[in-house]
């Protein structure tokens, strides 16, 4: 088959969205706000409380959500991949999928031998973009629907499958029969059934945030009226979902029948199905999720208007956001080694310790934007794309084919 014919020149302003990497560095400072504690503030101030409250389970769905986007733009953003493309684009994603799944599991090796409480998210974000795979070349309409389907039907068979689990039903015999032969599980404690239903990020309730990242993604986002029309949505989505869960809970007597849904933060009761519009951190729920979406919706798109309007003023974060897998790696590297401290240590140690919050938000984006002035992508990026190129190898113009000789190794 004769190659095709050379990728048109991109249209001035088409270039990369920084706005993309801002948001992404958002997404990992709101973990790195959970698991830290909120940077150069008294975590027990309102303040504080604040912006803890406000990261928790947020961050992860925005995570989420920006794995769609970026599985969009690099199946051909507006402009939808077809045939060759289509095809080494897909290729590209699985062993990208792959490898995630592989760099989680080695993390989770990590955090469990240090001893940490950290549940390592990027194994669940590999699987995440295996499971996208078909719906690569579904349109921006098509995306939505598909997202829309996954919000209603999600969440709610994630429920029911943990209720059959819980009570030995057919679902407890299934996970028994899946675990005792799966690798993921046996090896690493991370596998399928862990990952699909019974983990901290099931791909039941946090898919949904990444088809419709898919959906924006398919968007012109350079277009002002388009970020304007997302930030809307996002925003009266967030609205219209949060408000759905509190209206059930204080103007619909919940609270009088299950309690105050605050007192239950991660995975609801399975005996009432009423716990299904709750919608606290990590409850796996349509309300908390479809909510969170819309907040990463506006997220989006305030940050690629910022990243557009200040560019200067946003290269630190946007340049750790671009290496957003190798922060969150370290950190988790980070808090596996903080795990094995003794809780009186003193000294130099001691002192970091105690005030990692601000060393490593510090450090990681001072770090991100030299290494990404002068080396260019991370080396956990740079890793991954290559090997999904060299896996999965496509079409090349002869331009690109030239810019890639020139490339030095960790150049995008």
Known sequence: ???PAPEPARPAGRGRL?????????????????????????????????????????????????????????????????????????????????????????????????????????????LYFLLAIPLLRLTAPWAAAAAAAAFAVGPQLLFALRRSAEEGGAMAGVTRAVEAHDPGHLLAGQGLMEL???????????????????????????????????????????????????????????????????????????????????????????PEVLGGTGVAIAVLAACLGLADRFP?????????????????????????????????????IGLVNREMSEVYLVGSVAIALLWRRTLGRGPLEAGVSELAKASAPGPRSPAHARRARRRRPFRR
């Open 1 to 3: 088959m004769p190659d």
């Open 312 to 348: 200067r003023l946003t290269a630190p974060f946007t340049a750790a956001g671009s290496m957003a897998l190798t922060v969150y790696a370290a950190h988790a590297v980070v808090m596996a080694w903080q795990a094995t401290l003794p809780e009186d240590i003193g000294g130099l």
């Open 196 to 286: 699909t239903v019974h983990g901290y990020y099931p791909a039941l309730a946090y898919l949904p945030a990444v088809l419709a990242g898919l959906a924006v993604g398919r968007l012109d986002l350079h277009s002002p009226l388009v970020r304007a029309r997302l930030a809307a949505f996002g925003m009266v989505l967030a609205f219209v979902s949060y408000r759905t869960s509190w209206h059930a809970w204080y103007n619909y007597g919940l609270i009088g029948e299950l309690g105050a849904r605050e007192e239950v933060v991660g995975s609801v009761p399975t005996g009432d199905a009423r716990w299904l519009l709750t919608d606290m951190p990590h409850s796996a729920t349509t």
């Open 18 to 126: 920084h706005g993309l990497d801002l948001a992404r560095w958002i997404a990992v400072a709101g973990m790195l706000v959970i698991h830290f504690g909120p940077p150069f503030l008294d975590r027990e101030s309102p303040l504080g409380v604040i912006v803890a409250t406000y990261a928790w389970g947020r961050s992860t769905i925005l995570f989420a959500f920006l794995a769609g986007v970026s599985l969009a733009l690099v199946t051909g953003g507006a402009s939808v991949h077809r045939g060759r493309r289509a095809r080494t684009g897909a290729a590209r994603v699985a062993v990208r999928g792959a490898a995630l799944v592989l760099i989680g599991w080695g993390l989770h090796a990590i955090v469990t031998a240090g001893g940490s409480n950290l549940t390592v998210i990027i194994t669940f974000y590999g």
